[in-house]
């Protein structure tokens, strides 16, 4: 059981990561166009 907690909030925790990595990535074109 606290396996699969740690594995959801792992799971979570990389996602939000990714999605900030995309926006930081994408903020810099947004400003320059």
Do not use: D, F, S
């Not at 059981?1 to 990714?18: D, I, K, P, T």
């Amino acid at each position: 059981h606290a396996a699969a907690l740690r594995r959801a909030r792992a799971e979570r925790a990389a996602r939000e990561a990714g999605t900030a990595a995309a926006v930081e990535q994408t903020a810099p074109l947004g400003r320059t166009a």
